[in-house]
């Protein structure tokens, strides 16, 4: 195996900023709609704790006119129960506020299903969740 020298690694970090750069450029709507493409449910994440751009551009958004994509938008949405092994449906539900009311989840158990919906971890309760339908994406006042 051939070793990748530190010139060789500098220029890969050149050209990758160069191509981010270019992706930046296009604009919020550009970034989201590659960000979900890529990262799918948990695309925000990929952003937090950082100062990224689009953290100003949701905030300054959601101060306007609402959820950018996030929990107002994701409440509504339906969502697959599968099990794991066969990865068949077993249940479909009307929304997470359904789940929690039926399950008599508390909050901390709601927050973690919400985290199982968005990517962060495989599994809760021995199930699969996924949204049933896909994201409602609201960008400067479009759906």
């Given at each position: 195996m051939k070793k990748?020298?530190?010139?060789?690694?500098?220029?890969?970090?050149?050209?990758?900023?160069?191509?981010?750069?270019?992706?930046?450029?296009?604009?919020?709507?550009?970034?989201?709609?590659?960000?979900?493409?890529?990262?799918?449910?948990?695309?925000?994440?990929?952003?937090?704790?950082?100062?990224?751009?689009?953290?100003?551009?949701?905030?300054?958004?959601?101060?306007?006119?609402?959820?950018?994509?996030?929990?107002?938008?994701?409440?509504?949405?339906?969502?697959?129960?599968?099990?794991?092994?066969?990865?068949?449906?077993?249940?479909?539900?009307?929304?997470?506020?359904?789940?929690?009311?039926?399950?008599?989840?508390k909050k901390t158990?709601?927050?973690?299903?919400i985290g199982v919906?968005?990517?962060?971890?495989?599994?809760?309760?021995?199930?699969?969740?996924?949204?049933?339908?896909?994201?409602?994406?609201?960008?400067?006042?479009?759906?």
């Open positions: 990748i020298t530190e010139e060789q690694i500098e220029e890969i970090k050149r050209i990758n900023r160069e191509k981010l750069d270019y992706i930046l450029a296009q604009g919020p709507e550009y970034v989201i709609e590659l960000a979900i493409k890529y990262y799918g449910e948990g695309w925000m994440q990929v952003f937090e704790g950082e100062e990224h751009y689009l953290q100003t551009e949701r905030m300054r958004y959601n101060a306007k006119n609402g959820a950018l994509v996030g929990a107002k938008t994701n409440r509504n949405r339906r969502v697959n129960q599968i099990n794991k092994t066969t990865k068949e449906v077993i249940r479909e539900w009307e929304n997470v506020n359904v789940i929690t009311s039926e399950l008599g989840l158990q709601e927050q973690t299903l919906l968005r990517g962060r971890m495989d599994s809760y309760m021995g199930y699969e969740w996924k949204f049933a339908d896909e994201p409602k994406i609201i960008i400067y006042g479009e759906e």
